[in-house]
C-alpha cells in the first residue's frame, strides 16, 4: 500500500510482517479527530453549491459519508479498442459521441437511446436500454466509457460513465487505457461517478481521523490494519487482493459495531426496570395442557420451557418466536398468556388488523374453553358501550385477558396489573407502538414481552433486525398436517384448474381465490378482488356461493365474511392478502393464487399455510402472467420445496431484508461493506467476538475497549445504542 506523504509505511496492508523498534520511532504520530470528517463537502476542491446540493440529495452531505461511500465496483480491465471486439464479446471501451443528442423511442416494452460513438480504430451504434434520461447527457462530442456487448447491430450499453463533456478533454482517459485499478461509485442522475472519485481522492488523505471501532486486542489479535489504511485501501486498491482485504476488514468492524449495539440494547433494556416473576406453571395450565384435543410437539415444549424460564428471571421476556406456517404459535402464546393469569397478572394480545385480531379471539375462544377464561376484543370497530366496559374491567383488574389492535395503545386503555404482551407480526408495528404498550406496565416494572411472527427469518436476518431479542424456533408441525402439492399455472391451464376446483367443491370442500389488488388500477396491472368475484360468480363458479373479503370493507362486513366461510355457507371466498395470517378453515383445501409472480417468495408460503389444515389433501395454484427471470426463480422456488426457511433464505438473497420485514424498522440496519447472507460466517464471527468482549469485560464502555460504541452510534446513528422498548 502507499503510504501517504511524508509518513514512514510501518507494515504493508493487512501485512504479517513485525515492525522493527527503529521502524515503530521512526513512525509519525497522529491523534485521529473526528470532527474533521463532520467537515461539509464545501471544504473539497470542486464542491460548489449546486454540486453540494446534489451531493446531499444523494446522503453524502459531509466528509465522512464520502469516505463511507465506497465504489461498487472497480474497473480492472483494460481499455480496449472497438475494432478488438468481436461479436457477441463484452468489453470497455473509451469512445467520443459522434452523433446529435438521440431522442427516447420505444419497441415494444423496451425505452431505447441511441446514438454513434466512436474511437480511432472503428464506430458502432451504442443502444441504452430503459434509461431515457441518458439522452440528455450524450452531447456530440462528449467522451464516454462504456461496458457493452458488441453486436452486428451495434454495442448493447451495460454500464457507461460521463468522462468529460463536449469541448473538454480528460486527463485520465490516457491512464485507463492502461488499464489502471479505477473506482467507480454510486453515482445519481446528477452527480457523475468521476466527479465522486475526484472528491474521494482528496478525501482519504483525511481517513486517519475515522474513529477506530475495533479494539486494539481485536485488531492484534486478528492482525487487521487502521480503519484509515482500509477506507484508503476500499477506494484506491492497488490490486483485487488489497480491495477484498479492505472489504473483510470494513465488513467484519461493520457487523461488530452493529453487534455491539445490539448488545449494549439488550441488557440496558433488561437492567433498566426488573420484571414480575411468575414462579413456576401451576395447576390451571396443567390443566389447560391435559384438555388439548391434541399433544403438544416437541418445538412447542421447547418453547413453554424457554418462557418459564423466562418468566421466573426477575429480567423482562424479549423473545421472539418464529413459527413454519401452522406449527402452533398460537398455542405457544396462550400457554405465556395463562403463565401471566395464572400469577395474578393481566395479558394483552396485539395484532396488527382487525381481522387477525378477529381471528385470534375466534382461536383462542376454542382453545380456553375448558378452563372458561373470560378475555375481550378491543380493536376500532368495538361499540361504544362494550368499550366503557372492556376498558373499566381492565383498569379495575377484573378483566384478565384481552385481544386487539393498536387500540390497545390508545391512551384511554389503562391497565391494574399487566404483566406480559404478546405482539402478533410484530414486524408490522413500529418501536413506538410496542413502546406504547410495554409503558402500560405494572409502575416502576416492565412487562414480559412475546414477539410472534408467520414470517420465517434467514438466521442473517434474524442475528441483525433482531438481534437484541433472544428467539424461540417453530419448524415441527402438529400430527395430522399434510403436505400442500403446489403447481404453477398458464393462461392455457385455466380451464382445467377450474374444472380441479369444481370437482373439489362438489366433494364438499372450500378455496381461497387470492387477487392481488382491491380495485382495478390503470396504473398496476393485475385483478381486483371485487371485480373476480362477480366474474366468478357469473362464470365459471356460478354454481357455488362465492364470498369477497378485502381490507377495505367495513370491520362488520369483513366479520361476517370470515364467519360465513368459516361456517361452511360460502364455498369460495374471493380475498387479498388479508387473509396471510390468521385465517383458519380445516375445510379449505384449494389456494389458487391471482398474479403470482406479483408476491415474494414468503408471503406465498404464508398464503399457501392457508389450506392443508384438515383431514384433505390439499393443493396450491399460482397463476403467474408474464413473469420476469426473477419471478420465475421465485415461483420454481415455492412450486419445489414447502420448508418455509429455506424459502425465507431464498427470499433473503432475491429481494433482500427490507422487503422481507415489509416495512423497515428503526433498528435495522443497512450495510454499506458487509454484504449479507455472504458474510453470515463473518456475521456470527463478529457476534461471538462481541459476547467473548462483555464476559470479559463486563461492559462495552470498558476503558480498555477504547470509544467502541461511539464509533457504533456515528456508523448506525445517534442515540441507536440507547434502550429501545419492544
Known sequence: MV????????????????????????????????SVLETGLEALDGVGPKLAEAARAAGIATVGDLLYRFPHRHRDRQIRLLEALEPGETGTV?????????????????TMVGVKVGDESDSVRATWFNQPWVSGKLERGSTVLITGKRSPKGLAVQEWELVAPAGEVDAEASEERSGSFVPVHPATEDLAPKKIREWAEQAVRLAPNAIEGLPSQVKAERRLTSVGSAIRAAHFPESPEQLEDARRRLGFEELFLHQALLATRKTSHRRARPAPRFGKPGAAVERWLASLPFAPTADQHAAFADIDRDLDSGEPMQRLLMG?????????????MLRALEAGHQAALMAPTETLAEQHAITL?????????????????????????????????????????????????????????????????????????????????????????????????SLTAYGDLDTTTLQELPAGRKPVLTRVAGEDDREGVYEFLRARLREGRQAFVVCPLVEVSEKLPGKAAGEEAERLRRGPLRDFRVGLLHGQMHSTEKGEAMAAFAAGETDVLVATTVIEVGIDVPNATVMLIEGAERFGVSQLHQLRGRVGRGEHPSQCLLFAAEAGAMARRRLAAVEETSDGFRLAEVDLLLRGEGEILGTRQSGTARFTVAQLPDDEAMLIDAKDEVLRLLREHGSLEAPELGPLLEAARRRFGAGAADPIPL
Not at 373499566?392 to 391497565?415: D, K
Not at 410495554?438 to 411472527?453: A, I, N, Q, R, Y
Open 365 to 461: 375462544g376454542r382453545l380456553l374453553a375448558a378452563e372458561a377464561v373470560p378475555f375481550a376484543l378491543l380493536t376500532g370497530a368495538t361499540p361504544a358501550p362494550v368499550r366503557r366496559q372492556a376498558l373499566n374491567q381492565l383498569a379495575s383488574g377484573e378483566l384478565g385477558l384481552i385481544l386487539g389492535t393498536h387500540a390497545l395503545i390508545e391512551p384511554t386503555v389503562r391497565f391494574a396489573r399487566l404483566g406480559l404482551c404478546v405482539v402478533d407480526e410484530q414486524h408490522r408495528f413500529g418501536v413506538e407502538q410496542r413502546g406504547a404498550l410495554d409503558s402500560k406496565g405494572v409502575e416502576g416494572m416492565t412487562p414480559h414481552v412475546l414477539h410472534m411472527t408467520a414470517t420465517p427469518i434467514p438466521r442473517t436476518l
Open 3 to 34: 503510504a501517504a506523504r511524508g509518513a514512514v509505511a510501518v507494515r504493508g496492508f493487512a501485512g504479517a510482517e513485525e515492525p522493527t523498534r527503529a521502524e515503530l520511532r521512526a513512525a509519525p504520530v497522529h491523534w485521529p479527530r473526528p
Open 94 to 110: 473509451l469512445v467520443e459521441v459522434m452523433g446529435n443528442p438521440p431522442r427516447p423511442f420505444r419497441r415494444g416494452k423496451l
Open 324 to 336: 413454519e406456517v401452522g406449527s402452533g404459535k398460537t398455542v405457544v402464546a396462550v400457554y405465556a
